[in-house]
């Protein structure tokens, strides 16, 4: 047996060398490990580019390379000269686009250890999403406490860009001083809800789509009413913290869980961002929303 798996060996190493030029089995172990480095790369590439906007810009770049092919396939001499001229200057392009993602991607490196280079990146992802969480609900907790009205929205799938629009952007990493800071009433940013994206306090003081949904309890004030509206049309989850009761509230897919703990709430938020599937929200004590018409309006 051991004899047959040798010739077998030696016949396919002989095949290999004639067949792609190599001399001796260290160019074919070269080969294999150049091989190898490329594929882990791009690997570890489209992992990181897999759960973020950069991977929808990827997806339009390809369809304008198809586009492109079709072009020259079809000998349309226009669009094939206006597309060659594109694909000049995609490299820069990509730089471009993509230059807050190949940041992180290398700073990440740059922070890592070895062995942390080659494990899972969904690991790295969880554990800065863990961070984000304990700042927030940090905050949540202390401006619950001090009754201190508060409106926290995370972005998942559905881009909020609209939302985003009708506030000021801050683009800062989360901390709880800094949450604190922006709902401390009666200044320039704490009316409105806080947008929260990739793990950073993107905008601040954005107005939100009210819920019509007529069988929300009569005591909601336009703050949760808003909270809940946001989560209606999209896939975003929001925190509330009521001005009047201190209650914190979480609010997923028109559903507003209300009065629950510190570690309800850090459960909810796992279950929420780190969810590969993006689950829609869960059954809550108000049951689930209708979905209707919304009319902009500012969290109070």
Known sequence: MIILAANWFSRLMIYIKEFLSFDSFWDVLRAVIDVA????????????????????????????LIVAGLALL???????????????????????????????????????????????PGRAADERIDSM???????????????????????????????????????????????????VPNTPLHDGAVIIRDCKVHAAACYLPLSSNNSLD????????????????????CVIVSE????????????????????????????ALRSKDNRSGRNGKNGKAEKGGNSPARAK
Do not use: C
């Open 37 to 64: 480095i490329i594929s882990f790369l791009f690997y570890r590439i489209i992992r990181a580019l897999k759960d973020s906007r950069a991977f929808q810009l990827i997806k339009g770049i390809l369809l304008i």
């Open 74 to 120: 079809l000998k349309l001499p226009t669009v094939s000269y206006i597309i060659k001229a594109f694909i000049g200057v995609l490299p820069m392009l990509l730089v471009v686009m993509f230059q807050p993602e190949l940041r992180r991607w290398l700073e990440d490196i740059g922070n890592s250890n070895i062995r942390s280079i080659f494990t899972n």
């Open 133 to 183: 969480i304990n700042e927030v609900t940090n905050a949540v907790t202390a401006m619950s406490r001090e009754r201190v009205g508060a409106l926290v929205v995370f972005e998942r799938s559905t881009n909020l860009g609209e939302i985003i629009r009708t506030g000021t952007v801050v683009d800062a990493n989360v901390s709880t001083q800094l949450l604190r800071l922006i709902f």
């Open 218 to 237: 009569l005591d909601l004030g336009t703050r949760h009413r808003a909270g809940i509206g946001v989560t209606e049309n999209t896939d975003a989850v």
């Open 244 to 271: 009047e009761t201190g209650f914190i509230s979480f609010a997923s897919g028109g559903v507003l869980q209300r009065n629950i703990s510190r570690e309800k709430l850090v459960q909810l938020l796992k279950e």
